[in-house]
């Protein structure tokens, strides 16, 4: 397993799979080991992704300032790590909290991006997080599924406040309840460093009319994925998300939750890999 040092002297572990050109990989959670992103859908057989585990997270150590964390602080080990690998440009994608660290990095580093890849992320580096009512009416398009009754009153209650994130939930990031999900989400306990989610977007880490008008000027292509059963984001918040880059693309993965890679992998795979090869698809 290779190891890079950061800046701060932090040890910080990435993971390679595949052969070809790099594709620098961003998880989310926040602060979720990489480890759930697995293969994203058979993306390596062209490209050797290169995913991080974020400090604290996974493989890599936990530093010695808590703060560190923070979501703008972060952007520094995605820069050690394009400098470690001793890359001019990097094509880089980030999934959910992922994508706002992604964005973060492409405001600062806008010199650095080749291609940018945002998986149904949450954009609040943006100041546009996912409202209530997106995710109420992403829930509703699952009415028909036997877990629906059940989950829905839960999924209410957590967000108006009056109740806790509950297990009857999980469905609805998905956009099928079936085996390989239910394996995937029954990882994420041992792969969340819940502290560092804490800090994660804490005061301080996002700026976001600055963000906005350097990513107005990022000249790089930009691939915006959101699936089309998701409510964080759901699609029209992802063209929104889309409207803020000069050069950028949405794509709607039909039948798709919160982790596409997962409900069609074919899809997902031709899709993103034909954004980096230059003919993504509108």
Known sequence: MPILTASDGTRLAYHRQGAGEPLLVLPGGPMRASSYLGDLGALTPGRQVV?????????SHVPADPATYRCDRLVDDVEALRAHLGLERIDLMGHSAGGSLAM???????ER???????TPNPWALGTPAAPEDRLAAARLRKGEPWFEEAFPALESWLNGTGDFAPELLPFFYGRWDRAAQEHDARADEECNDEAAEVFGSEGAYDPPATRAALSRL????????????????PALAHRTADVFPHAEVAVQPGAGHFPWLDDPEWFAQCVGGFLDGAARS
Do not use: F, K, Q, S
Request: net charge positive.
């Open 104 to 110: 973060l990095y492409a405001a600062r580093h806008p």
């Open 51 to 59: 995913r991080l585990d974020l400090r604290g997270t996974g493989d």
């Open 113 to 119: 991006i080749r291609r940018l890849v945002l998986v």
């Open 219 to 234: 000249p790089a292509p930009v691939l915006v994925l959101a699936g089309e059963l998701d409510g964080a984001p759901n």
